[in-house]
Each structure stands twice: as C-alpha cells, then as structure tokens.
T-cell receptor
Framework: GAVVSQHPSWVICKSGTSVKIECRSL??????MFWYRQFPKQSLMLMAT?????????EQGVEKDKFLINHASLTLSTLTVTSAHPEDSSFYIC???FGAGDETQYFGPGTRLLVL | KQEVTQIPAALSVPEGENLVLNCSFT??????LQWFRQDPGKGLTSLLL?????REQTSGRLNASLDKSSGRSTLYIAASQPGDSATYLC????????????FGGGTRLMVKP
C-alpha cells in the first residue's frame, strides 16, 4: 500500500511552453504533498508544500507564478511549470503522506523535464 | 531492482550520545547517495550528498561514509541533541536512470534531554 505515482515520467518540451506534472496517491488520501526539484549532481531541494484545498506554501527562492501548484483533491496534486526555459530542466519528485499524526512520507518515482 | 534498507527503524537515545545510522543498497551501480532529514509534518531537508567516487562527506556534527562495493552507507551523528530528533532517510540514485531516487524506509530518531 501507500503508492505514489507521477505522470509523466519523462517530458521534453520547447522553451516557452507550459508543462503539467501530476502526483497521485493511488491507495490513500494525502492531505499534504511535497514537491521537490533536483538538478544534476545536486541534492534534492524542497520547492513547496501542497495542502489539499488551500494555497501551497513555497520555499524561499521558488517563484509562485512560475511553478503553479494545485491540490484540488486528496489524491491529486499538480505542478505546472509555466513558460518553461532550459534552466527549468530538472528532476521533479513529489511525496505524499497520510497526515493525522502519521508522518511517513511516500515518494513518487519522479519526472524528468527537459526544456529545449 | 534497487532496494534500500535502513537499520534501525527507530532509535531512542539520551542526549550527548554518538550515533550511527545504517543504510544498505542492493545494487552497487549508483550515481550518488544522499542522506535527508525529515521533521514531523515537513518535507525533506538534504543533509549530505556523497558522489559514487567519494568515500565520505562531513557537515558539522554529521559524517556520512559510503562503501559502494559493499552497498553500505553510514550516517554518524556526534554528540546528539534533542533537536536532532527526526526521521533520517537515505536515498540512492542509480546510474543512467534519469535521476530516479530509491529511498530507504528511514530511521526515526528520538534524542531525549
């Protein structure tokens, strides 16, 4: 149990386009989901905390208008990279948890974004 | 398939003790290994990143070692403090796998004052 999926696993897009990445908790309801980004040879960095039914909390240095996060249901959070540029090319990973006192986080497999 | 195991799953110690957290992985063909800290209700905080060509990394009271051939990494915490209480996760990135992370189950650490 406690499986988190991400879609797509790979995406290549042209500069200036927008890309949406989905994070789904397949067999549980997640009140909180986290979005991370990892550049090559660097560690994973938290981008934002996504709470169902409310606005996401962004980490310092992460542009809210650039990375739109929507957590419309207890099983789905989306990250939209708007007007993507080559420097946005990265590995994006989400995690989700049960909440309600259970702090365990379950991670998605990640999405590799390449902006040409 | 890469599997990552962390031992122990939970650990409770008095303040001041030196600690060793263990991480083992089944496929030694890794790109790098990372140790993370997770506080309750929060996302991950990256602690240390060890490239596959490195043997150890140090940051303050933390030291992480990597023995790729034996598939092991240890996180050493010196002079533990109550503020170190958190869940510690290790994760490996496999070679040529698009940076896909495989996480261990974590070690839940409680440091008592």
């Amino acid at each position: 149990g406690a499986v988190v999926s991400q879609h797509p696993s790979w995406v290549i897009c042209k500069s200036g386009t927008s890309v949406k990445i989905e994070c789904r908790s397949l067999d549980f309801q997640a009140t909180t989901m986290f979005w991370y980004r990892q550049f090559p040879k660097q560690s994973l960095m938290l981008m934002a905390t996504s709470n169902e039914g409310s606005k996401a909390t962004y980490e310092q240095g992460v542009e809210k208008d650039k990375f739109l996060i929507n957590h419309a249901s207890l099983t789905l959070s989306t990250l939209t990279v708007t007007s993507a540029h080559p420097e946005d090319s990265s590995f994006y990973i989400c995690s989700a948890g049960f909440g309600a006192g259970d702090e365990t986080q379950y991670f998605g497999p990640g999405t590799r974004l390449l902006v040409l | 398939k890469q599997e990552v195991t962390q031992i122990p799953a939970a650990l409770s110690v008095p303040e001041g003790e030196n600690l060793v957290l263990n991480c083992s992985f089944t496929d030694s063909a890794i790109y790098n290994l990372q140790w993370f800290r997770q506080d309750p209700g929060k996302g991950l905080t990256s602690l240390l990143l060890i490239q596959s060509s490195q043997r150890e990394q140090t940051s303050g009271r933390l030291n992480a070692s990597l023995d790729k051939s034996s598939g092991r990494s240890t996180l050493y915490i010196a002079a533990s403090q109550p503020g170190d209480s958190a869940t510690y996760l290790c994760a490996v990135i496999k070679n040529n796998a698009g940076n896909m992370l495989t996480f261990g189950g974590g070690t839940r650490l409680m440091v008592k004052p």
